[in-house]
């Protein structure tokens, strides 16, 4: 049975059998293959737990860490399981010092496995693109005016509405992925290269009632739709405190060194 509870994991992760058990079905499933050749013909070797190719080639010996973010790394299979299992399993996303706490690992070690983790958590290393029927629109995120430093006002451009608040472009697939990027302003010169980015040519793009920022030759384009999908998802995040965690880290980052935006888009 799988772990339900971090409790469980960590115990069931604990021995090489149960994690064999749970990764060769989800890595192989129709049956272990040699990723050097591609051969079916392998044994398993029990007193190393891994297997070997029947066919004679370099690197004839593998294991369930060959070929993927876990291949150079010393940490077990005990360790990583449960950290993937963490990443996956928390809404509002893990820190690398709740998983330094949880695994008994440095904050160190946390740090890297988290970077690992969320590295094989995109598609294709660059989130894919995104296609179909997708809606686009902007917010703003930020404390209110009145409540800022003398200071942090002072840095602020408060010119460029929304009280020096950092301005975050959302696209949503409808029923898929959804993609995030912190912006300078709303003009079409700094949204539209974007999205032209981040969604395949062709796909329709459903906008508010400024539709002229989101009208490009190469997308089929509705405006003045309900953009009911991606306003409830900005809702839910900033109910939950999570909206763009890595946007908004970055934001008070940059804040701090005087720059009212994210220089690097990220990616939800």
């Known amino acids: 049975m799988e772990p339900t509870t971090l409790q469980e994991a960590v115990v ?54 060959t070929g993927t973010i876990m291949e150079d790394s010393p940490l077990g299979l005990d360790k990583w399981l449960p950290a993937m299992w963490l990443v996956a399993s928390n809404r509002n996303g893990i820190s690398s010092w709740e998983l330094h706490r949880a695994l008994g690992v440095t904050q160190k070690t946390a ?68 993609r995030a990027s912190a912006i300078p302003d709303r003009t079409k010169v700094s949204m539209q290269p974007i999205i032209r980015g981040s969604v395949e040519p062709g796909t329709t793009i459903y906008s508010d009632e400024h539709g002229y920022n989101w009208t490009m030759a190469e997308f089929e384009h509705c405006d003045g739709e309900p953009l009911s999908e991606i306003r409830g998802w900005q809702r839910t995040h900033q109910r939950h405190g999570e909206f763009l965690e890595l946007v908004e880290a970055d934001h008070r980052r940059n804040l701090r060194f005087g720059r009212t935006f994210p220089s690097v888009p990220v990616r939800g």
């Open 111 to 178: 740090w890297f496995l988290l970077h690992r983790v969320r590295l094989a958590m995109q598609d294709d290393l660059t989130c894919g693109s995104l296609g179909g029927e997708v809606e686009v629109d902007e917010t703003f995120i930020g404390g209110k005016a009145r409540n800022m430093h003398k200071e942090r006002k002072e840095r602020a451009d408060m010119r460029k509405g929304g009280g020096g608040k950092t301005i975050v472009m959302g696209m949503l697939e409808r029923g898929g992925k959804v």
């Open 12 to 65: 069931y992760f604990a021995t090489p059998e149960n994690c064999r058990e749970y990764v060769v079905p989800r890595c192989w499933p129709n049956g272990v293959v040699c990723p050097t050749c591609g051969s079916t013909h392998v044994k398993f070797q029990p007193q190393h737990n891994r297997w070997q190719c029947s066919n004679r080639h370099p690197r004839r010996q593998f294991t369930l860490k």
